[in-house]
């Protein structure tokens, strides 16, 4: 039996947004602690740690999205935590990030004038609060405009996670449609609803970055 | 872990995955090829066209740009038969691949061309060039040669992009992995290799554009 698209579906639709939401946030958060060690791992002095690292990102830039979500998915039942997509969509999307975020902020440390190093180096101060107080808090300037643009790129990339049956907007969008066999509103619904998501994230990053090259030609 | 690995069946089916990856390589050479013209009519459009133009070619970018890829390839194979257009799933993930790189790449030439001194037109105008000498050797060329790294890597990643056409029954590299896998239950050994070959592929991919930028563009800058 073919329903009609009405209100109950239509709400069905944008209430999956918070799943959405909430598997982009803990993707975030989780990458951008992962970003975080993998961008000082690369710019360490230590080359096994600075070679662990490139090689992590290679990795995950150079493979599908949906082959890392597919193998954290199969390789988390192989270690028998069972059939779990939220699981498999936070711990694939959280590498994913890791990775970006890392090749990201790398650039973003490594455009600190090296002088803010070599003059912590004159006063004596050790690694962790060179990191803390002198290059990070620079670096984190220059970074702002290419984060939020990855968090748009994060954001779609978790639709993805509905091909292992992770019901957000997408799952719910198809979920909708094998019901009502109305592609067309469906699915135009659902893309309207990213955009909603990922447009104003998209003009933020733009304004950010056209400030951050005004501010840096002077 | 009591897990017994089993790779067997997934060597046993390796023709399946080579034919599966040969498709992607067709798929990804096609949109970067049919995204590029896209690309050029759009940038010149946005840089040059009439006001309402422009507006459309804005509003083509920002929703492909805003909103997912998997969601993109919905839309082209299962709303387009409603309005009877019905493709094919791997003419559909063809048409859905190359309007998306289509807007990407836009924006990347667009840089590119906005990157040219008037003045260097103005001196082809000079030297008796015609417009379309002008356009071809005086913009496009050295445009393309400034954009180059950052329009090959968005190919690198539409080319792991496309893994995504495989929901749509397309009979690329994921594909083949998703019939082997439902056949031999061989899941994680499956989309290890297919992990493998992915990778192989995208460095294989970066060391063709690094040949080409060398036959095409490795001339001395100006200064």
């Known amino acids: ?68 979500l597919f193998l954290v998915f199969f390789g988390l039942n192989i270690f028998g935590s069972g059939i779990n997509p939220w699981l498999a969509a936070s711990v694939a ?16 440390i490594e455009a600190v004038p090296k002088g803010q190093s070599e003059a912590c180096w004159a006063l004596g ?28 790129q994060l954001i779609k990339g978790t639709s993805l996670a509905s091909i292992i049956g992770f019901v957000e907007l997408t799952r719910a969008g198809q979920i909708v449609n094998n019901a009502t066999f109305d592609p067309f ?23 950010l970055e056209r400030r951050f090259a005004k501010a840096s030609a002077r | 872990m009591a897990y017994q690995f089993n790779f067997a069946p997934v060597f046993a089916n390796f023709g399946q995955l080579l034919a599966g990856a040969w498709i992607t390589v067709l798929l990804s050479f096609g949109a970067m090829l049919l995204g590029t013209v896209v690309a050029v009519v759009c940038a010149v459009g946005k840089s040059a066209g009439p006001a309402p133009v ?55 030439i667009r840089a590119g061309i906005e990157s040219i001194h008037k003045g260097q037109v103005e001196a082809g105008v000079a030297l008796g060039l015609k417009r379309g000498q002008i356009f071809r050797y005086v913009i496009m060329k050295p445009a393309l040669r400034t954009v180059y790294p950052a329009l090959t890597s968005q190919f690198i990643y539409l080319m ?45 991919f970066s060391a063709l554009f690094a040949l080409v930028r060398r036959a095409a563009f490795d001339y001395p800058m100006s200064r």
């Open chain 1, 185 to 207: 509103t469906v699915f135009g619904l659902v893309a309207a609803l990213y955009f909603v998501l990922c447009w104003p994230l998209s003009i933020l990053a733009g304004q």
């Open chain 1, 1 to 68: 039996m073919i329903r009609a698209f009405g209100p109950n579906e239509f709400w069905f639709i944008v209430m999956a947004v918070q799943w959405t939401l909430a598997l982009s946030a803990v993707a975030f958060a989780g990458g951008a602690v992962g970003g975080l060690l993998t961008a000082l791992a690369r710019v360490s002095g230590a080359k096994p740690l600075r070679y662990a690292a490139l090689g992590f990102i290679r990795l995950f830039q150079g493979t599908p999205l949906l082959m890392q």
């Open chain 2, 54 to 108: 422009r507006w459309l070619i804005n509003a083509y970018i920002e929703i492909i740009r805003n909103t997912p890829f998997l969601i993109q390839i919905f839309f082209i194979f299962f709303a387009l038969p409603a309005i009877g257009l019905r493709l094919s799933p791997n003419v559909a993930a063809l048409v859905a691949l190359t309007v998306n790189i289509g807007a990407y790449a836009t924006e990347i």
């Open chain 1, 93 to 108: 999307l959280t590498l994913h990030a890791s990775a970006f975020l890392g090749e990201i902020w790398r650039g973003c």
């Open chain 2, 160 to 204: 792991l992009t496309s893994s995504v056409v495989s929901v749509i029954s397309a009979t690329d590299l994921a594909a083949a992995g998703n019939n082997i896998q439902s056949k031999t239950f061989a899941a994680f050994e499956v989309y290890l290799v297919i992990t493998g070959m992915y990778l192989l592929l995208s460095l294989a």
């Open chain 1, 125 to 152: 101060i050790g690694y962790f609060d060179r990191m803390k107080s002198v290059v990070l808090p620079q670096a984190a300037r220059i970074a702002v405009a290419p984060t939020v643009g990855f968090l748009v």
